[in-house]
């Protein structure tokens, strides 16, 4: 039978038939509503909404199945609203929803409750009053009067009852409300109690574990107390637990750690709070912790890849270097595509003085990396690189693991000086010590023997310092990628002088560009005739001690400019301190002009030869070494077996002795340049023909006249042009060397490429030699 009510939405609360609830009604629909069914049968149909937010729902925010209930009892409010009691009565199915403009009335059908109790119903009953009693058992939240409803008959009115107390959603309890069946009401209503059932054990199980966590914390707070209370009466400090603490709290804020290292610097930090504060073996453990703590295990720069900027301030910090700088260009333009680039490892080889380690401190400040260097030289110690175990008194780690804490971050640019100069003795190798640390597939694990965990220096830009490459392990070497710097030419010094060393050394004794002038011609001069090597240290030094002559100049009294020329020079710096050799004045015989390569760069090297009434022997004179007499031995073997061809007595070797000398006897000669100068200065000594004066020569000779070639070819051929000599002879092998000359020296020079003997005769000779024809054999 349908009827039609004064329909009031409920909003987070539900209502069940054979139920008291008491409701507030505040929202003006719902109060008109209220007062429509009090002037008549005082039954309204209670329908929950959706949607629990809308303040003013629709008919289409309302659920199709609601409750017929009475108005048991009506109290208005003071503010406009009222309370009131509502029974439920029965189920009702909302057939449809009228808006009479303040309130909403509803055409409904009343549902008849099925209360037939079968053996199905019965053992269903049984099962949801169980499952209800051992959720009350477990459940805090349920009130006292809910044991009460497991009194009830009627399998139906059960269900309604028990759902109604449970805490679960409205949406949960409107689907129980719209089952009219009563044995699929209590399956449903079974359902619910048991997903309620597991929730209530997991959170048991929460509840169980926050407690333990909790009394182990009170725990150990009541027994930190106590030993802060026992060591007072002692008079001991607590001083110590401060510290532990502290440690701990370090530990917490410590980034990039793993859960290894973590666990273990806690245990060591249990260990030192279990420690007298006093005791030797606390201190040990003190610095342990400490130097884990410190590193940088998560701490990172932000690298910059912009590659034009890093040029710019390449270019800005030195003059020239061009690989050098192209390398490190060409790593951060692969960094700006790539991210998983391994830092590369370099070592810049060249002679002293060229900037190998303000290089790498412009190189950090181009990547934006912070900045750390080492010095290896003298280093003979494993335990340098690696550090000492912590069994030993004052052990420390390696110099790698401090010069990580010294940067502060995980991807510093990280220079090893003088890696050249290492030794080792019968405390092991530190040079094999450095093979993990130089290998990109090793060092990601890199172990110190003072840390005992391993630390990350995959992201670490190695930068390696060496003077020469033959001293420098093998195994080391090939971990490194060779980069060559030269000595510089006088051109590039010039540059350097004028863009970075002058000004540099006006700031540093307080001079000003007004109070000093020194011209272009003075610095060269300075180069040429003050100084003696590949780098530019002894010519910042000539520099310094002319700011100090004329800032002594102004201080007494100077008034004006101080002008420093080329003619004013010996007053500030002396007499000319270098003679650089020059090209002989004439054509000679027996005097080759050879090119040798020293420490401050390349060099001419006369060789003389001689002949003098004897019995064939060959003297050599000039502090030279085994390579360097192998050599000669081997161009006056060659001679002798090809005297004939060159015009030569045959029997020279038994009437004549030869002597060959290389002048500046005092200083150390050796290495096998200069085989063919010496086989080309015999043969003029035997011969009688001049040698021409305004060429020069380098190359290793065979015992068949081959030409083999040689290193530093740019500084031999710089040493030629600086002597004035316009023409030189190379191995034909060495013509890829060519590319590293400056283009002036090139074009100014005439260069021979030959790869035999007699090519250099042709060239070097002033006539032609006469060839005796030699008899084919019969």
Known sequence: METQLPLLPLRGVLLFPYMVVPLEVGRERSLKALEQAMLGSQELIFVAQKDTRLDEPHEDDLYRVGIIGEVKQL????????????????????????????YFEALVEAVAEDNEITDETEALMHAVVDLFELYIKNSKKMPGEASLSMNVDDPGRLADTIISYLDIRTAEKQEVLEIFSADERLKKVSD?????????????????????????????????????????ELGEADDHLGEVEELRQRLAETQGLTDEIREKISREIDRLAKMPTMSAEAVVVRNYVDWLLNLPWGIETDERVDVAEAERILNEDHYGLKKVKDRILEYLAVRQLSQSL???????????????????????RATGRNFVRVSLGGVRDEAEIRGHRRTYVGALPGRIIQGMKQAGSKNPLFLLDEVDKMAMDFRGDPSAALLEVLDPEQNSHFSDHYIEVPFDLSHVMFITTANVLHTIPKPLLDRMETIVIPGYTEEEKLHIALQYLWPKQMENHGLKPDMVEISQHAIADVIRHYTREAGVRQLERQLGAICRKVAREIVQGYQGTVRVTVNNLEKYLGPHQVHHRTKESQDEVGIVTGLAVTEAGGDVMPIEVTTMPGKGHLNLTGQLGDVMQESARAAYSFIRSRAREFGIDPSFHETLDLHVHVPEGAIPKDGPSAGIAMATAMVSALSNIPVKSQIAMTGEITLRGHVLPVGGIKEKTLAAHRAGIREIILPKENESDLEDLPRNVRRSMQIHLVEHLDEVLEFALTEKIVREEIAPQK
């Open 192 to 232: 619910i109690l048991s997903r309620q059932m597991e929730l209530l054990e997991i959170e048991k199980r929460i509840n169980i574990r926050v407690r333990k966590q909790m009394e182990r914390t009170q725990k150990e707070y009541y027994l930190r107390e106590q030993l802060k209370a026992i060591q007072k």
């Open 75 to 102: 109290l208005k409010m003071p503010t406009g609203g009222a309370k009131v009691v509502v029974e439920g009565r029965s189920r009702a199915i909302i057939h449809k929803i009228t808006d009479e403009g303040t």
């Open 342 to 364: 391994k830092g590369p490892i370099l070592c810049l080889v060249g002679p002293p003085g060229v900037g190998k380690t303000s290089l790498a401190r412009s190189i950090a």
